[in-house]
């Protein structure tokens, strides 16, 4: 069975840090591209970051530049997105799906992890 399964998510007060995870069971991360996606209450989804399958390329949306960072670690199957300076408005559900590259269709979804920015 092919999944992906994020982890980390929680609550935190502004300012704050967390890291997610996105693991991959089933299949092997190796040659996907890896998007993060977010989606708040009342909101569309949004894409919020994006690593190559090497790593060698990442990009990010304009509202988490300079605060959010993407890796990926394949020897461990996994995809990181390290969240810092936390606001509010990043509080969301957020999502990992695979690629074959950033920007193409997504063919597999994790199933969710709530980030919560709260005092």
């Known amino acids: 069975q092919l999944q992906l399964v994020e982890s980390g998510g929680g609550l935190v007060q502004p300012g704050g840090s967390l890291r997610l995870s996105c693991a991959a069971s089933?299949?092997?991360?190796?040659?996907?591209?890896i998007g993060w996606f977010r989606q708040a209450p009342g909101k569309e989804r949004e894409g919020v970051s994006c690593i190559s399958s090497s790593g060698g390329s990442t990009n990010y949306a304009d509202s988490v530049k300079g605060r959010f960072t993407i890796s990926r670690d394949n020897a461990k199957n996994t995809v990181y997105l390290q969240m810092n300076s936390l606001k509010p408005e990043d509080t969301a559900v957020y999502y990992c799906?695979?690629?074959w590259g950033c920007g193409n269709e997504y063919d597999y979804w994790g199933q969710g992890t709530q980030v919560t920015v709260s005092s």
């Open positions: 089933g299949f092997t991360l190796d040659y996907y591209a």
């Open positions: 799906a695979a690629a």
